[in-house]
């Protein structure tokens, strides 16, 4: 019986003293979200214009695009189109505008509904 306790003894023992180094390195501790004690965290708030085109009009050649309240784009600014992750065009902010939403004019590609307009 002595012989039981003290196996199990040594194997609590060797089972905690290999897990000393857990902490991650190099380039896989930057995708594990962690940091170490002496690093300090830093949080930058997006500041990228995002919108979303709700209407196509494709004889015009014009969209209607939504900004969230308070975050609309300037006259004459121009901004990319995006579908899928994939640039399909180029806008430039013209007006009128209504609420959160605003009209643009297409100068290149085309777009549809639901692609989304930034200003990178």
């Given at each position: 019986m002595r012989f039981v306790a003290v196996l199990a003894g040594v194997l609590v023992i060797s089972g905690c003293a290999g897990k000393r180094n857990a902490q991650p390195q190099g380039p896989d501790h930057a995708r594990?979200?962690?940091?170490?004690?002496?690093?300090?965290?830093?949080?930058?708030?997006?500041?990228?214009?995002?919108g979303k085109v709700v209407q196509v009009n494709t004889a015009g050649r014009f969209v209607v695009l939504n900004f969230p309240l308070g975050r609309l784009p300037a006259l004459e600014q121009r901004m990319n189109l995006y579908r899928g992750g994939l640039k399909v065009?180029?806008?430039?902010?013209?007006?009128?505008?209504?609420?959160?939403?605003?009209?643009?004019?297409?100068?290149?590609?085309?777009?549809?509904?639901?692609?989304q307009a930034r200003n990178d």
């Open positions: 594990t979200g962690t940091t170490s004690p002496s690093q300090k965290l830093v949080v930058t708030p997006a500041t990228a214009l995002v065009g180029e806008v430039k902010i013209t007006g009128p505008q209504d609420d959160d939403n605003i009209v643009a004019d297409l100068l290149t590609g085309d777009s549809v509904a639901g692609d």
